[in-house]
């Protein structure tokens, strides 16, 4: 481990993770490392989830409020989730013991913008920061840091916070070292610059992280790995989603609005991101670039293969097979992925300028394009918006995409009217479903519906969809946006009630079918 803390000093500091944690005091408000899985502290939380039950076996009440980059792990946000030591989260999770307590009322949830974190936590807006908790892959002899497997807020928060713990963690490979670019250029206005990237592979930065070893409290050293949760193999819908995008690619580079090089990708969470990105690898395409928020398997293996020549992100999140090809390669891959910081990584500046192609998995689209990425039925959050909105609103081309319908069938994957709005219709350009694509580019709202019904809806509810949208048009107050304002929602409230969106006639049509 002497070789991970190379800085004399930060010797002195060294402490168990409980000694650490007992530094965390209740009401704190503590900064955390972490993204997508990576580089979240891994000992230190669990420590103070310890606490935390130890506190509440006697009664008393010990929460505290959590910031991180983006979502971590069963050892960070499903311990302190557990043991009830969370009064406040933000900006964005996908643990379900967590996503239980915020959906019970228990804890406050930000969901917002990841870009939007850093300079929000500059203004204030989320009080002082009393302590950061960041895993390193190592220090160096003067002090400065080696990143881990993200970078996400790190940087802001190595500065705000008044006091810093370091966990430096063994397991992350030492090759790892030069993998990043730390920008230190942002200001708030009225002091901003243009930032100074013109291409997903440019460096604008410096590979380390700056810490003030005043601020220092202690260094905890751990050796784990990161979540790495493995991803299903590509279902029948999820490669249909693919092979319509991939389609509209083909049709696009021949309306010579692309070449076979594309643009920069952007490309979210989940499995379906990831079944696209499999299935462009078998499209014919090379030395495509990358401009997004995580590295996931199937952007692992577009690099691996030269599709992909070279990718800039803040995160990995890798399933355990991802994590030991990465590890075993990681010279490799070092001279072909650069990790940001989150307000980098996902700049409307940075992100409008490369003309980025973002590609994001959705809860549900409306027949006009609005999309909900984060809720159920309105009031229930699922993950969070995370870097979607960022890459929708200034991506060159904006793709959402969602099997036609969710839970066997019982819910449709286009509604009337959206349940709750993350992506306004303005943002949406592509709406992709296993039945079909939908470009809804330069088409004003009743065009826009009648291409989505059309193409999007799954058969058993697009007889619904245009029933409705046929009387909106009708009966609606406006003609411009035709919708039944009372029975806009109906379809979420019958799934509330029924545990169904269809009617009972519906049912019994479709069973007779
Ligand atoms: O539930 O896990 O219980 O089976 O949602 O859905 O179809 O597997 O798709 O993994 O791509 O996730 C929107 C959640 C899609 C994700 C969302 C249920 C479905 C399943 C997952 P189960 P799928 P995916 C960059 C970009 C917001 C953040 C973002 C997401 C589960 O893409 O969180 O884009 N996006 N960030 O059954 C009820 C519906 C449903 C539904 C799906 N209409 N009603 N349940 N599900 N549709 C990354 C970051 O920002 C960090």
Not at 298 to 313: D, E, F, P, T, Y
Not at 330 to 336: G, P
Request: hydrophobic residues 40%; proline residues 5%.
């Amino acid at each position: 481990m002497h070789d991970r803390i190379r800085h004399a000093g930060m010797h002195d500091r060294l402490m168990s993770a409980e000694q650490a944690a007992a530094l965390i005091k209740p009401g704190m408000t503590v900064a955390m490392s972490g993204f997508t899985g990576a580089g979240y502290p891994k000992a230190v939380p669990q420590a103070l989830a310890a606490r935390m039950e130890a506190a509440a076996a006697t009664g008393d009440q010990f929460r505290i409020k959590v910031l991180t980059g983006a979502s971590t792990a069963p050892e960070l946000d499903g311990a302190l989730a557990k043991a009830n030591g969370m009064e406040l989260r933000l900006p964005y999770q996908s643990d379900p013991a967590l996503r239980e307590r915020i959906n019970n009322g228990e804890i406050d949830y930000v969901d917002m913008h990841l870009s939007h974190v850093a300079q929000h936590t500059w203004s204030g807006f989320f009080g002082n920061i009393d302590l950061a908790v960041i895993e390193v892959a190592g220090i160096l002899e003067d002090g400065r840091l080696i990143p881990s497997s993200s970078v996400g807020n790190n940087k802001t928060w190595l500065e705000q916070a008044d006091h810093i713990i370091l966990e430096v963690n063994a397991f992350q490979p030492a090759g790892l070292e030069g993998m990043h670019d730390i920008y230190y250029g942002t200001a708030l206005p009225p002091h901003r610059k243009p930032i100074p990237l013109t291409a997903p592979d440019e460096r604008i930065g410096e590979p380390y992280l700056h810490v003030d070893p005043a601020k220092l409290l202690a260094v905890v050293t751990t050796d784990a790995p990161d979540r790495n949760s493995p991803f299903s193999a590509p279902d029948e819908a999820s490669r249909q989603i693919a092979g319509h995008l991939l389609d509209f690619f083909d049709h696009e580079i021949k309306r010579g609005r692309l070449t076979k090089t594309l643009l920069p990708l952007q490309s979210g969470v989940g499995n379906i991101a990831n079944a696209v990105l499999a299935a462009l690898s078998e499209g014919g395409y090379e030395g495509l670039t990358a401009y997004t928020e995580v590295i996931q398997d199937g952007m692992l293996n577009l690099i691996r293969n030269g599709v992909i020549k070279m990718a800039s992100a803040t995160s990995f999140s890798l399933s355990a097979a991802g994590v030991k090809e990465f590890n075993e390669n990681v010279d490799f891959y070092r001279t072909r992925i650069l990790l940001r910081t989150q307000e980098i990584s996902n700049h409307p500046e940075l992100i409008r300028r490369l003309g980025v192609i973002a590609m994001n998995g959705m809860i549900e689209a409306d027949i006009y394009g609005n999309v909900n990425s984060t809720h159920i039925a309105g009031s229930k959050v699922m993950n969070g918006i995370g870097g979607s909105g960022d890459f929708a609103r200034n991506g060159s081309l904006s793709v959402f995409m969602s099997p036609s319908t969710a839970k066997n069938g019982s819910i449709s994957g286009v509604v009337p009217m959206v349940s709750h709005v993350d992506h306004t219709e303005h943002d949406t350009m592509i709406i992709v479903t296993d039945q079909g694509l939908a470009d809804l580019r330069g088409l004003a709202p009743k065009q826009r519906a009648q291409l989505i019904i059309d193409r999007c809806a799954h058969p058993d509810y697009a007889p619904m969809l245009q029933d409705y949208y046929d009387r909106a048009r009708r009966e609606s107050y406006g003609k411009h946006t035709p919708h039944l304002l009372t029975e806009a929602l109906s379809w979420h409230d019958r799934l509330v009630e029924t545990g169904n969106m269809r009617t009972q006639p519906d049912l019994q049509a479709v069973s007779a079918t």
